[in-house]
């Protein structure tokens, strides 16, 4: 039995599916969670696709997919998958099939596992607003299933699994009238056609709900799995992924953001991060969030809040029959206004300075201060940390007027300025103090064993921001749990995000903070970010991928990391968003490289959102909620957008990025660095 849409909100139980198989692999029911990737070749060279597939195989990829935009490639899929079996390797492969039908007929013939859009698969968008009635509704999906079924019985007949991967920029025009862009269109999208392979009784079902938003493709898989479960009584496989994560720090964070808030609730049977780099690159990206669950089942279990007085309600069993918010629609936790902390305040983001030997300006830097000592002035970045904890010391100079400091409660009373230094007490300290605490100050507390008095004084004080962690290995679930109890209970006091690790890579320290702190601010959780390590403790400082960014500064790090999270989490926007799409067969330009481009070029344009497509196939569709978009409409030529409206058609590539900022300047998004 679910509980609202997973097996337990407050402990790891995997998500029961069916079993599929695809070739020698099974995916689903109690299998491992397989990783996958995608080639960015063109698939008509059988080479280079070839080389590239082995690259990927060879990394840890248990499935790789190939795009078949038409007849052609579909047809050369089996001269790559001979060659392929011939040097050994019999790694499943998935065609990738957009808009063509006959291509999907005759790559089912031929690879393991075929991939398709319905939004695109037999309805074509327009960007059309059609008002359709019951009936002519019914006889559009009465058309699907003449068109569909045929793809449906080759699939059967030859044991090839299907994926129905629904992308949320390409929902088509019926949808869209019926539902909008929303979640619930993305899945209503995916059940026609899983209803239709139903009736055939067809099984090898898998299915996908890509956003490049992680909230609105977290939403979504939740809603499928709850409409499958209600429609079924069972729930087939997923596959997660964000779409156009993007490169960098970016991509990795906001696709660990959205895969691992729903693995944390033990959904999800395959896993592919789509970055704007090599496709082999994005395999250790997968292991790092899969590697998570390989121990998690059998955690210390979560407990509720200890009140034996039943001063406040606890909630029994770990069971919620009515959630106080809602998981399937983004409201912020309801909390008062601390300082400049919760209520209609963007979440703050507070920097760890209790391991920086020196403090003075020159540290400040990695926190986004600069000071000018010519001017006696300070510059400050738009990722300018909120707060700095120093723990047992004090600043011996003049610091921004933004920042404000976080010190323990017994140097807190020696502070020489009481407005700038506010105080910080551990849970026994906060249970116990008989102190009259009248002053804005914050509470750290382990959110799986928080002492009575701790809640007590909750209900009383309107001036305290918690800090919560969890000694739970289960972490998320843990921090989600006491804040629901807050919920329960009424108490609105703001919350800092606590999220620590000890990971000796810093490759998996991203993975972890964005998981643990990401997921729960997609449910509305959070006021605040708190991100926490140990720098001695780290041996691999650099983040794998093309460009091998090296971490120089821990502080900076950390400091990047909390902006990166609340960007993609969208509650707290620090610069220019990037939907970048990852690049395959059907890309029409340098993908990796234009990325660069326009990156060094905008880069300053905070809130901007500007999507780089490689196809008409991931635009502008695939844009979604984009401001702008560069799409590849031509060998050498780009296609300009504004929205959904093409502003400027088969720009040369030479000079593309240079249109786009005039595009840009045109529609006041413009800023002069």
């Known amino acids: 039995m679910l509980q609202h849409y997973c097996p337990s909100l407050t402990e790891y139980t995997r998500l029961h599916t069916r079993e599929v198989k695809i070739g020698n692999l099974a995916l689903g029911g109690a299998q491992p969670i397989r990783i996958q990737t995608m080639t960015t070749t063109d698939t008509m060279d059988t080479v280079a696709t070839v080389a590239q597939s082995i690259r990927c ?101 030859y044991g090839t699994a299907m994926r129905i991967g629904t992308n949320h920029g390409s929902l088509s025009d019926r949808i869209m009238s019926r539902y909008g862009d929303t979640p619930i269109g993305m899945v209503e999208s995916a059940m026609e056609f899983l209803r239709i392979a139903r009736d055939e009784s067809y099984h090898q079902v898998v299915l996908s709900m890509k956003s490049s938003n992680p909230l609105v493709m977290v939403q979504a898989y939740r809603l499928l799995v709850q409409k499958m479960d209600e429609e079924f009584g069972e729930c087939y496989p997923l596959h997660l992924g ?141 990722s300018a940390a909120d707060y700095v904890y120093i723990g047992t010391r004090l600043f011996d100079f003049a610091l921004p007027g933004t920042l404000q400091v976080i010190c323990d ?39 799986n064993d928080v002492p009575v008095g701790v809640v007590d004084k909750l209900k009383f004080y309107t001036n305290a921001v918690l800090v919560v962690h969890t000694s739970n290995t289960h972490a998320m679930a843990s921090i989600r749990r006491f804040l629901i109890e807050l919920m329960a209970n009424s108490i609105k006091c703001p919350v800092v995000i606590l999220a620590e690790s000890i990971d000796k890579s810093i490759d998996r320290q991203l993975i972890e903070f964005a998981t643990e702190a990401g997921g729960l601010f997609l449910d509305g959780f959070g006021d605040g970010i708190w991100l926490l390590n140990d720098p001695a403790n780290i041996e691999n400082k650099k983040v794998t991928g093309r460009t091998y960014l090296e971490v120089k500064s821990n502080e900076q790090f950390l400091n ?114």
């Not at 407005?419 to 026994?428: A, C, D, E, G, V």
């Open 57 to 157: 195989i060879e990394a840890g990829a248990e499935l790789v997919r190939i795009t078949a935009p038409s007849k052609n490639e579909a047809e050369n899929l089996l001269n790559i998958k001979k060659e392929l079996r011939a040097r050994g390797y019999d790694t499943p492969l998935v065609a990738d099939i957009h808009f063509t039908p006959n291509a999907a007929e005759i790559a089912a013939r031929i690879v393991e596992k075929v991939r398709i859009n319905p939004g695109n698969y037999i309805d074509k968008k327009k960007f059309d607003i059609i008002e359709y009635t019951d009936a002519e509704y019914a006889a559009e999906v009465a058309r699907i299933r003449e068109r569909f079924t045929p793809l449906l019985r080759i699939c059967k007949e």
């Open 242 to 382: 964000v779409t156009e994560a993007g490169d960098g720090e970016d991509g990795r964070i906001k696709s660990a953001i959205g895969i691992g808030a729903l693995l944390e609730d033990g959904i999800g049977d395959t896993i592919r991060v789509s970055l704007t780099e090599d496709p082999e690159f994005e395999i250790p990206v997968c292991q790092d969030i899969v590697r998570r669950y390989t121990n998690r089942a059998g955690h210390a279990p979560i407990a509720g809040f200890i009140n034996p007085s039943n001063v406040i309600l606890s909630l029994s069993k770990n069971q919620f029959p009515v959630l106080p918010y809602n998981p399937f629609s983004y409201k912020r936790r309801d909390t008062l206004s601390v300082h400049n902390i919760g209520a209609h305040h963007v979440p703050v983001v507070v920097a760890d300075f209790s391991h920086v030997e020196q403090l003075d300006a020159k540290s400040l830097e990695t926190i986004g201060y600069t000071y000018n000592e010519a001017t006696d002035k300070w510059s400050i970045s738009d």
């Open 409 to 447: 409660h017994d140097t807190w009373q020696h502070a020489p300025d009481k407005t700038k230094y506010f105080p910080l007490l551990q849970q026994h300290e906060y249970a116990d103090s008989t102190l009259a605490l009248d002053q804005f100050h914050f509470a750290m507390v382990d959110a």
């Open 560 to 673: 990047n990391t909390a902006f990166y999270i609340l960007q993609a989490t969208r509650t707290r926007i620090s610069k220019t968003e990037y939907i970048s799409c990852p690049s395959c067969g059907r890309t029409l330009f340098d993908l990796q490289e234009t990325t660069a481009k326009i990156r060094a070029a905008t880069h300053h344009l905070k809130g901007v959102k500007i999507a780089i497509m490689g196809c008409i196939v991931n635009g502008p569709g695939e844009m979604a909620d984009a401001d702008f978009g560069y799409v590849g409409s031509g060998p050498g030529r780009i296609t300009l957008y504004k929205g959904k409206d093409v502003m400027k058609r088969n720009v040369p590539s030479d000079i593309a990025v240079d249109e786009l900022i005039q595009l840009l300047k045109e529609n006041e998004a413009w800023v002069e660095t």
